[in-house]
């Protein structure tokens, strides 16, 4: 039922790629953003593509657009209309919303992001740098030749070590739990929710409350299409681990301080599941790693704290209509690691991620507004999410225990937005659409 | 953002608020645009509407129907995080108009969908249905729902609260700790 021929393959697929590159675009003029675009179009594989040949393919391309991105490839303003508030207005204009305020205020954005001239991203993901060196080179070389492209800005992606598994610069596991499509055949695994209906994620599909509605026009551009909010966060990893130090003595009780703001273990167990002593075998069994929930296995926090990141995250069975929150998340860690015992070498790193979602209001701005950043989340009264809040000092973070609660005060920031974009994720045939656009009209 | 402002409950306070109900130099921006700011009386709404001529027989109905979900289902409206709803019909000049009033500990932006989601299930949608002016397409277009109930609002000048800021689960736990300490006290007899 669903049309993995048509639907970028980053939205359905995982690839094993251990670098990467994002390359922002700007379009002078239509003629040069649909020559660039007619050309990389043929590159963007689709999921069904990625699905056949994953296992031998070195490369992976996707391309996405802001709604000024649109316009600037000659989208006409009847259509730029059609599409929803919250991304005509983009991430810049929602800020105060979003949280990103004082150091994570667009003013400080890097690489052009906050500039209505981003028009476009291009995301590689690789299997090796020697495959991005090539890329880049040609893509590069694209760009050359269209008259009126131009690179904002570029950020190079890399997996952290060890590399046999996913984890960003704290050392966290991550890609734990995603949420499973109905119609992609994939299996939830324990603990996961049921398959939820595609339009959740991919317009043009019912949706978890009936038949898709108020779709952007024309139904081609629309079609298979989704939305990414691209968040660039970077990681203070020496911050974090002095912070770490200064609440545990011994590296058991920095581990468990950790385990206390995630909600998990960095090894990926639940606090739910093992709440004294950390368990790797069980971190890493997808079979076992996401079984529980909260309502009765921690009502009030004394394994996974109320204000931790992943409860706020995904409140699971204390919140409502979940199947209407849900995400999908795809990206990367970018800079260089940072050994255990060196200390803070004033390198940027981070993670370079998009949240997909048929809805930004209802999903991405959601979490980010009510999950990421009410202060009052669970009646907790003056906090915000521990690790990608908006934390200025001032706030605090709970740690319930018998027979009294640990209470930190002036948590400090273990993340900073470094920049951000809400993109248009088109179809493939919306991208060859949009690439002849001259011929349309 | 909701700002908790953990003020002295003990302290009685009232509020003036500007005409138009919000406080110019500090307004907070919700998803779906400016939030009216918390008072002593915690976060509210005071919705007034004229309804559809002849349809306030529907009204009288609901409030039954609403009466047995609560009945049949104590936490339905939980999600809303309520402290009180109020219900009125009047007549002005020969029409008769509704007004929907309530108490909230959050702002009514942060659970829109989830308010429209319970619109649907407890079927609050009949009451809403019979107002003029509510979008038909309610259901699938949150903003429609959110610009017909800024459209109605009509924001209070001055708030008080006996209690201020207090919330309906802190109001909840204090319950529970005195039915639990009388409970201790009973069994020391």
Redesign the interface.
């Given at each position: 039922m669903l049309e993995n021929e048509d639907i970028q393959h980053i939205l359905l697929t995982r690839t094993p790629a251990l670098t990467g590159r994002y390359e922002f675009l700007s379009f002078r003029n239509a003629a040069g953003g649909r020559a660039w675009l007619s050309a990389i179009r043929e590159k963007a594989q689709s999921a069904a593509e990625v699905m056949a040949s994953v296992e031998k393919d070195k490369r992976w391309v996707t391309v996405a657009f802001t709604w000024n991105g649109l316009r600037a490839l000659g989208v006409d303003e009847r259509s730029l209309a059609t599409f929803p508030e919250e991304f005509k207005q983009g991430m810049v204009a929602r800020a105060e919303m979003l949280g990103d305020t004082g150091e994570n205020h667009p003013d400080n954005w890097v690489g052009g992001l906050a500039s209505p001239d981003l028009h476009a991203i291009a995301i590689l993901f690789a299997r090796d740098a020697a495959e991005r060196a090539r890329c880049l080179t040609e893509h590069d070389k694209l760009v050359a030749q269209c008259e009126g492209v131009e690179t904002l800005s570029g950020l190079d992606l890399e997996a952290t070590p060890p590399f046999d598994y996913a984890h960003d610069h704290f050392g966290y596991r991550d890609r734990l739990s995603q949420p499973v499509i109905e119609g992609t055949g994939e299996v939830p695994t324990p603990g996961t929710g049921a398959p939820l209906k595609p339009g959740e994620f991919i317009l043009g599909y019912p949706d978890e409350d009936g038949p898709p509605a108020n779709l952007p026009q024309p139904e081609i551009l629309s079609r298979n299409g989704s939305y990414m909010a691209y968040r660039h966060l970077q990681e203070h990893v020496g911050r974090f681990r002095d912070f770490l130090r200064e609440h545990g003595k011994t590296r058991e009780e920095q581990e468990l301080i950790a385990a206390k703001l995630m909600g998990r273990w960095r090894s990926g167990a639940p606090l739910t599941l093992a709440p004294e002593k950390d368990d790797p075998a069980l971190g890493a069994d997808l079979q076992r790693n996401n079984d529980f929930n909260y309502k009765e296995m921690d009502p009030h926090g004394y394994a996974v704290p109320l204000g931790s990141h992943m409860r706020r995250m995904n409140p699971r069975d204390t919140a409502a209509n979940m199947n209407r929150r849900r995400m999908i998340r795809r990206g990367a860690t970018y800079g260089p690691h940072l050994p255990e015992d060196a200390p803070e070498d004033g390198v940027e790193r981070g993670i370079a991620a998009f949240v997909i979602c048929g809805s930004l209001i209802r999903q991405f701005e959601f979490a980010q507004n009510v999950w990421t950043n009410d202060r009052n989340f669970h009646e907790l009264g003056n906090e915000r999410d521990p690790i990608i809040g908006a934390q200025d000092g001032t706030l605090e973070y709970k740690i319930p225990k018998r027979p009294i609660r640990k209470k930190i005060t002036g948590l400090p920031a273990f993340t900073t937005v470094r920049g951000g974009a809400y993109f248009f994720l088109p179809g493939i045939k919306a991208l060859r659409y949009l690439a002849t656009l001259d011929e349309v009209h | 953002?909701?700002?908790?402002q953990?003020g002295d409950w003990t302290k009685p306070a009232a509020m003036a608020i500007p005409k138009g109900g919000f406080f110019k130099e500090k307004v907070?921006?919700?998803?779906?645009g400016p939030i009216f700011p918390k008072s002593p009386a915690c976060y509210g709404f005071t919705i007034i509407a004229k309804i559809i001529p002849g349809r306030e027989e529907a009204f009288y109905e609901h409030a039954r129907n609403i009466e047995k979900a609560v009945a049949g289902q104590p936490d339905v409206l939980?999600?809303l995080k309520l402290h009180y709803l109020r219900w009125v019909l009047f007549p002005i000049k020969g029409e008769t108009y509704f007004m929907y009033q309530g108490i909230f500990?959050?702002d009514f932006d942060?659970?829109t969908?989830?308010a429209v989601?319970l619109f649907g299930a407890t079927g609050l949608k009949t009451v809403f249905e019979n107002l003029e002016g509510f979008p038909a397409?309610w259901?699938?277009?949150?903003?429609a729902f959110v610009k017909f109930v800024r459209d109605h609002q009509c924001p209070s000048f001055l708030e008080y609260g006996e209690y201020p800021f207090v919330?309906a689960?802190?109001i909840k736990k204090a319950l529970k700790l005195k039915a639990a300490f009388s409970n201790m006290l009973d069994q020391m007899q």
């Open positions: - | 953002m909701s700002d908790t953990q907070e921006q919700g998803r779906y939980a999600v500990d959050t942060k659970y969908e989830d989601a397409d259901k699938t277009n949150p903003s919330s689960d802190e």
